[in-house]
């Protein structure tokens, strides 16, 4: 019996695939833990509880941190999440 062993990226391998156009266009992916995950479709709830979320952040947190909202966030060798709020 053969064992598989599922391939894990590094980040740098991950930006790579999408330079070559590994990804179609409008595919939403993200890297956790080396593997190349497809991230759920956004629901218009979820849109307006970002929105809403980010309009607080904003203010209450003023120059102290940046707010960040959807954006990827470089956690380790191997993982660039998309989280929705980031500070």
Not at 46 to 68: F, T
């Amino acid at each position: 019996m053969t064992a598989v062993t599922a391939k894990r990226f590094s980040i740098a391998e991950y930006h790579r695939l999408g330079e070559l156009g590994f990804f179609a266009p409008d595919e939403r992916v993200e890297l956790i833990r080396g593997e190349i995950i497809i991230k759920a479709a956004k629901s218009t709830l979820h849109s307006v509880c970002n929105s809403l979320l980010l309009g607080e952040l904003y203010p209450l947190l003023g120059k102290r941190a940046i707010v960040r909202g959807q954006e990827p966030i470089i956690l380790s060798a191997d993982s660039e999440p998309e989280p929705d709020a980031v500070h």
